[in-house]
């Protein structure tokens, strides 16, 4: 056996062993930095449109920040919620498939280890190839079985992060953005406030971009417009309807 060189660490197995877990780390941890991007886009867009909206159509600081609130607690109530019931639905799916797969393996073994050399082939090895790799494969029950639901299925046997954390974390991350648009609302009045809410939002949603580039390896300025272009829609809605809804509401109740 070769033995492992500072050229050639990956023929030291506790290197690689280390080497794949850091990745599998990394995986997990940028799926739920996608529930904290998506929370925090969420959180601002969703808050600033409704504040922008109470303050576009009244003058009142108390009405504005007593619809924020309100807006934020019921859309922090309800992502989690979602999040948590989605999560745990997808996970019952995903193990119903696993378990057919693992009664496959179980009950006709020579036909799921057909059905790997069939997909190793299709994949581009030599059909001689394919036979030999999945019959040294079905050897093993359990090695055969993560082979057919990684790549029959597309999903992995061992369960990843929790339904419950997913959603706290959304839910969180979702409480502390909507803070963006509302905190002027307590400082300024309501005129003022707005523009300040605006700013602030946009501020903070292209330095979100800006450090989510950083984990997707693209263009910072790039990202960071794509979620400013978000803010600035919620704003320009948010404002046009609160100017027209007084008026169209007065008229209605005549």
Known sequence: MRQPTAERPYDDKA???????AERKEADLLAEVREVVFGLQDGVTSILAVVSVVAAASSDTYTVLISGIAATLAEVLSMGAGEYMSSRSQRE??????????A??????GEAEAEVAFMFEREGLPEDASRRISAEIARDPNVLLRTMVEKELGLTVDEGGSA????????????????????PYFFLPVRSGLWVSIGLS?????????????????????????????????????????????????????
């Open 15 to 21: 290197w690689l062993k280390a080497h794949l877990d």
């Open 202 to 254: 946009a501020i903070v949603m292209f330095a979100v971009g800006v450090w989510k580039s950083r984990l997707t390896k693209r263009n910072p300025i790039r990202s960071g417009l794509e979620i400013l272009v978000l803010v600035a829609g919620a704003a320009i809605a948010g404002s046009f309807f609160g100017s027209i809804l007084p008026g169209l509401l007065a008229g209605a109740a005549r």
């Open 104 to 109: 496959e393996v179980e009950e006709r073994p």
């Open 93 to 102: 799916i995903f193990d119903a498939q696993i378990a057919s797969e693992r």
């Open 164 to 183: 419950l954390q997913g959603a706290l974390i959304l839910a969180g991350s979702f409480f502390v953005a909507a803070l963006v648009p509302l905190t």
